[in-house]
C-alpha cells in the first residue's frame, strides 16, 4: 500500500506556546526591530513515535498585510524524535517593527514513514518599545 504524501495531522501531537518575551534591539535609531523571544513546547499524546524535520512560519505585519514566510530543516539545529508521552521544549525569537501576527506548522514523519504536521497556534507580536515584557500564555 503506497503511503500518502499530504501530511496528516496525528491527533494527540499539539504545540503550546508557553510564554512569549518582547523586547527592543540593541541597534540605534527610531525603527529599530523589536524582539519576540517565544518558548514553546511540542508534545506528543498520540500512540506512534515522530520525528519532527522542518518547520514553516508565516508572519503577518497587521498595519500593512505584508507577509514573510520563513521555511527551513529542523527545528533549532536539531531533528526532534518523539516517542508516545514525550516532549520537546525550545525557545526562539522574531523580529517585527510593526503588530504582526505568527502561525505556522511543523512536519515531520511517524515511525512508518507516514507524512505528518502539527500546527503552531497563532499569536501576536506587539509591545510597548519602552522596555521588557513578558507575557505567559494558558
Given at each position: 500500500?503506497?503511503?500518502p504524501s499530504i501530511?496528516?495531522?496525528?491527533?494527540?501531537?499539539?504545540?503550546?506556546?508557553?510564554?512569549?518575551?518582547?523586547?527592543?534591539?540593541?541597534?540605534?535609531?527610531?525603527?529599530?526591530?523589536?524582539?519576540?523571544?517565544?518558548?514553546?513546547?511540542?508534545?506528543?499524546?498520540?500512540?506512534?513515535?515522530?520525528?519532527?524535520?522542518?518547520?514553516?512560519?508565516?508572519?503577518?505585519?497587521?498595519?500593512?498585510?505584508?507577509?514573510?514566510?520563513?521555511?527551513?530543516?529542523?527545528?533549532?539545529?536539531?531533528?526532534?524524535?518523539?516517542?508516545?508521552?514525550?516532549?520537546?521544549?525550545?525557545?526562539?525569537?522574531?523580529?517585527?517593527?510593526?503588530?504582526?501576527?505568527?502561525?505556522?506548522?511543523?512536519?515531520?514523519?511517524?515511525?512508518?514513514?507516514?507524512?505528518?504536521?502539527?500546527?503552531?497556534?497563532?499569536?501576536?507580536?506587539?509591545?510597548?518599545?519602552e522596555g521588557e515584557?513578558?507575557?505567559?500564555?494558558?
Amino acid at each position: 500500500m503506497k503511503k500518502p504524501s499530504i501530511p496528516l495531522a496525528l491527533p494527540g501531537l499539539e504545540v503550546k506556546i508557553e510564554r512569549l518575551r518582547f523586547r527592543v534591539t540593541s541597534e540605534e535609531g527610531t525603527d529599530r526591530p523589536l524582539v519576540c523571544q517565544y518558548y514553546l513546547s511540542i508534545s506528543n499524546g498520540s500512540d506512534r513515535t515522530v520525528r519532527l524535520r522542518g518547520r514553516k512560519w508565516v508572519l503577518t505585519e497587521q498595519t500593512t498585510g505584508e507577509r514573510v514566510v520563513i521555511e527551513g530543516e529542523g527545528i533549532v539545529g536539531s531533528f526532534p524524535e518523539l516517542r508516545p508521552g514525550e516532549k520537546f521544549r525550545y525557545s526562539s525569537y522574531h523580529l517585527y517593527r510593526q503588530p504582526t501576527v505568527a502561525e505556522g506548522a511543523y512536519f515531520g514523519e511517524d515511525k512508518d514513514g507516514t507524512p505528518i504536521v502539527v500546527g503552531i497556534p497563532r499569536f501576536r507580536m506587539a509591545a510597548a518599545p519602552e522596555g521588557e515584557a513578558d507575557r505567559a500564555l494558558p
